[in-house]
């Protein structure tokens, strides 16, 4: 399964209009970029939970938006990013991120997306809820578009047909950490 369209249907899976926003096809083709050719073995256990990640915090970071200043101006771009690499372009800011999240690894082994929010210890909490949140969003990606891809079988000819809907619900309301 491509990593892109993964991606996409992780920001579906949070709300249906999340993939058309304007920078969001940039940004999950820079994910997916960045994902794929990673020469080292994938920090969460594989390559598409390391892009649901990344795609979870390009969306709380910035909601898919390139040119986000946060931080009291300190944070720049996608992944609120110190200047140096958050206003540079995005795949630069996609590669920078991920060496965010291996020294992460390499520093806190138990929580690697710790210092993406804010450090080992401090965030910690944040960084744990984020990867829970982004793996459940893949889950429910994955079920989406296996149900899209699936033939669907022709109704008997005369009978009545309900449609029902395999989509997840609306994230939108649920608060999301």
Known sequence: ??????????????????????????????????????????????????????????????????????????????????????????LTQARAWVAVLREGARLCPASPAAPLSGGCVAARKVADRRVKRARALLDMAKIQLAGASAPQAPAPSGSAVTAVSTSPPNAVSAALP
């Open 1 to 90: 399964m491509s990593l892109k369209i993964l991606v996409l249907a992780v920001w579906s899976a949070i709300h249906p209009a999340a993939p058309k926003l304007v920078d969001a096809p940039e940004i999950a083709t820079a994910i997916a970029t960045v994902v794929s050719e990673d020469p080292e073995p994938p920090v969460f256990g594989s390559r598409e939970e390391d892009a649901a990640v990344m795609a979870y915090y390009a969306l709380k970071e910035s909601w898919l938006r390139k040119g986000v200043v946060g931080d009291n101006g300190r944070s720049f771009g996608v992944w609120q990013e110190p200047e140096t690499t958050g206003k540079a372009d995005v």
